[in-house]
């Protein structure tokens, strides 16, 4: 049975969303250099995580990772 583009975007949707929720993430996209010539070229994704207190205790510290502007399945692979 051949899975459909809708429930494939479903489900990956799904699973994103609940690792954002994991790690209480969030990704903003942003202008790297705003203002100068350069403006519109270099947009990048970060992730954003935010520190985990308990107690008055930090658990976690905050994480900010760089995605740059490309991603594809090769990007990561446990290399990085």
């Known amino acids: ?3 459909t583009n809708e ?3 479903k489900a ?3 699973e994103f969303h609940a690792l954002l929720r994991k790690y209480n993430a969030d990704i903003t996209v ?6 100068y010539a ?4 270099d947009i990048r ?4 995580i ?3 207190y308990q ?6 510290q905050d994480v900010e990772i760089d995605l740059g502007k490309f991603i594809d399945k090769e990007s990561f692979g446990g290399n990085g």
């Open 1 to 3: 049975m051949m899975v």
């Open 7 to 9: 429930e494939i975007k």
């Open 12 to 14: 990956f949707l799904s």
């Open 30 to 35: 942003n202008d790297h250099w705003q203002g």
């Open 38 to 41: 350069e403006c519109g070229r």
């Open 45 to 48: 994704m970060t992730v954003e």
């Open 50 to 52: 935010p520190s985990v």
């Open 55 to 60: 107690n008055g205790e930090c658990q976690s």
